[in-house]
């Protein structure tokens, strides 16, 4: 059969890189460079650095409000992924940087 030209979804790159995968690495950084921080240190200078990006790039304040919403949601989610791999770990406030997994054999 010939091949059609189908819509398909946009992935995350394609919309600007604000899926996920894309805090979870912000996150992975923020994280790494503090050694100890709290989930609260790290999703105010996320929300502050993509506010940023927003105001630059003319975003509506009400699309805004439900930005910063969804980016402490997604640290959140990326803590606890990042948490689950044993990458980071959680003692009530604190966050504190393990460090990535090494593919040695052992």
Same mark, same amino acid.
């Given at each position: #059969?010939?091949?059609?030209?189908?819509? /398909? &979804? /946009?992935? =995350? @790159?394609?919309?600007?890189?604000?899926?996920? $995968?894309? !805090?979870?690495?912000?996150?992975?950084?923020?994280?790494? =460079?503090?050694? %100890? #921080?709290?989930?609260?240190?790290? @999703?105010?200078?996320?929300?502050?650095? !993509?506010?940023?990006?927003?105001? %630059?790039?003319?975003? &509506? @304040? =009400?699309?805004? @409000? !439900?930005?910063?919403?969804?980016? $402490? /949601?997604? %640290?959140?989610?990326? +803590?606890?992924?990042?948490?689950?791999?044993?990458?980071? =770990?959680?003692?009530?406030?604190?966050? $504190?940087?393990?460090?990535?997994?090494?593919?040695? +054999?052992?």
């Amino acid at each position: #059969t010939p091949t059609t030209d189908r819509k /398909r &979804p /946009r992935r =995350s @790159s394609e919309r600007g890189g604000k899926g996920l $995968r894309h !805090f979870s690495s912000k996150v992975c950084e923020k994280v790494k =460079s503090k050694g %100890v #921080t709290t989930y609260l240190e790290v @999703s105010e200078e996320l929300v502050e650095e !993509f506010s940023h990006h927003s105001i %630059v790039n003319s975003t &509506p @304040s =009400s699309a805004n @409000s !439900f930005d910063v919403k969804n980016i $402490r /949601r997604r %640290v959140y989610d990326a +803590l606890n992924v990042l948490c689950a791999m044993n990458i980071i =770990s959680k003692d009530k406030k604190e966050i $504190r940087w393990i460090g990535l997994p090494t593919n040695s +054999l052992q």
